[in-house]
């Protein structure tokens, strides 16, 4: 699932955005009916059973929710066999101020070096698509209509220009047991939708140094949207595409003092997708990177363990931390990974909410 930090000076607008949520969302007429006449033997109505369900290709357009984010990563290789990771991603935050954040980083996996650049501006800077997006902001443009995406940014010292299909029905995302897919409910901090396509086939070219270079892959598409609040969570989320077809979206949430409060995840492949079930999943945190910029730990290699077998996920590059300040306010991790033991893939990690953890550990010493 992929969920990212708010916005500068937006806390404010997250807050108003709650405060809708719990002031104007009602219980719908079941859930009163069941509480009026308690049957042990009657599921509880789920919150999300009162909101619209998903309806793609529609909700690929934006919402006007509190928070809302589309998000693309991979892993893409040249003829040659360079290989070449990036992340790119529009944030739109609305209220009674409205902001729009884009965030790009590639990295060159044969030498390391990591180019990145991020942009931010009042409003939206769309155009409307039926059943997509078209963001344009300083040259950069990230766009979608039901047949194909376009993603355009330029760093410093480097470029992307990709074209991407679209292969196979879209994933959505649902807790264990529910019964409502492409919504996930985390209680207090709100509802979001959510949904996947994890390998849309990609072809375009990098440039470095003013040298194109053409590459292909599949990279990973993510959507994300609703009243929910950032603030109180951190995450560590991964998006990884397994030797056998199948990919893994798969998070874990903490509180502001580092408590889990959930693991959940998706299991997919081309016959379709599960949610992972209470007990069938573990993360289990590795070796830790310090940032020598912000001094902040992440850990960067884990082991998840499944019923089938053991993945241990460990960084290209440790050094993929995203300073973010003057945007989205916060510094996160996001970078490429590879995946060895009972399956050998990649994918893309993200560690979000490492920054507050930190600092509130800090003041409490």
Known sequence: MVFFAALVGVTAVI????????????EPAAVAAAEARPDA?????????????????ADDAPHGSAMEWWYYSGILNAEAGQR???HMVVFVANGLVKHTVMHAALTDLQTGKRYASQTRTGGTPATNVPNGFDFREQGWQLAASPSSHVLRAGFDGASIAFDLGVSGPAVAHRA?????????????????????????????????????????????????????????????????HLADGSDLMLYELFDVDGRKIMTAGTLSNAKGSRPLQPGEVELLPGATWTSPKTNIPYVVEWRIKLPSGVLNVKPFVPDSEFDSGWTTGNVYWEGPVKVSGSQEGQGFLELSGYDRLSARQSKSK
């Open 41 to 57: 033997s009657r599921k509880p109505v789920e919150r999300t059973a009162a909101l619209p369900p998903l309806n793609l290709p």
């Open 176 to 240: 264990p047991g529910s019964e409502t897919p492409g919504l996930l409910d985390f209680g207090k901090s709100g509802i979001s939708y959510y949904y996947s396509r994890p390998r849309l086939p990609a072809r375009g070219s990098i440039a470095i140094a003013g040298k194109s270079l053409p590459v292909s892959g599949e990279l990973w598409f993510d959507h994300q949207w609703g009243e929910f609040d950032v603030l109180t969570l951190g995450w560590n989320w991964f998006a990884l």
């Open 84 to 86: 070449y990771a990036f």
């Open 15 to 26: 807050v108003a955005g709650l405060d809708y949520l719990w002031t104007t969302e009602r």
